[in-house]
Nanobody, 128 residues
């Protein structure tokens, strides 16, 4: 129910910024909780950011806090991840995700892996 384009992932040099985006095949207003996860080389997929629309609450994984910002634009039916001060270790595949219904306190990065709707992924490449 989510779709991601292949663009927006760089490559970019360390310290640079990127914005990755995804859009909904359905109206994203049906999703109160949306998020991003990433799969780094040799690692399991891990949640990095979530946004609970009803409260405006955002949550971030410790290793991206202060550098990444999650945002959504319902008029464009889109979800974004704005990434600044990028590091080579941020290189990986980034996936948007959404969960139907109101999951309240479970709208956190640690739960993104269990969300029901996923984009196809965008490769992000950060060079030293």
């Amino acid at each position: 129910q989510m779709q991601q384009g292949g663009s927006g992932g760089g490559p970019v040099q360390a310290g640079g910024s990127l914005r990755v985006a995804c859009s909904g095949r359905v109206n994203i207003a049906t999703f109160d909780c949306m998020g991003w996860s990433r799969q780094l080389s040799g690692q399991e997929r891990a949640g990095v950011a979530t946004l609970e629309y009803s409260s405006g609450r955002t949550e971030y994984a410790d290793d991206v806090k202060g550098r990444f910002t999650i945002a959504r634009d319902d008029a464009k039916n889109a979800l974004y991840l704005v990434m600044t001060n990028l590091k080579p270790e941020d290189t990986g595949m980034y996936f948007c995700a959404a969960q139907a219904g109101n999951i309240g306190a479970y709208c956190v990065p640690g739960i993104v892996a269990h969300f029901g709707s996923w984009g196809q992924g965008t490769q992000v490449t950060v060079s030293p």
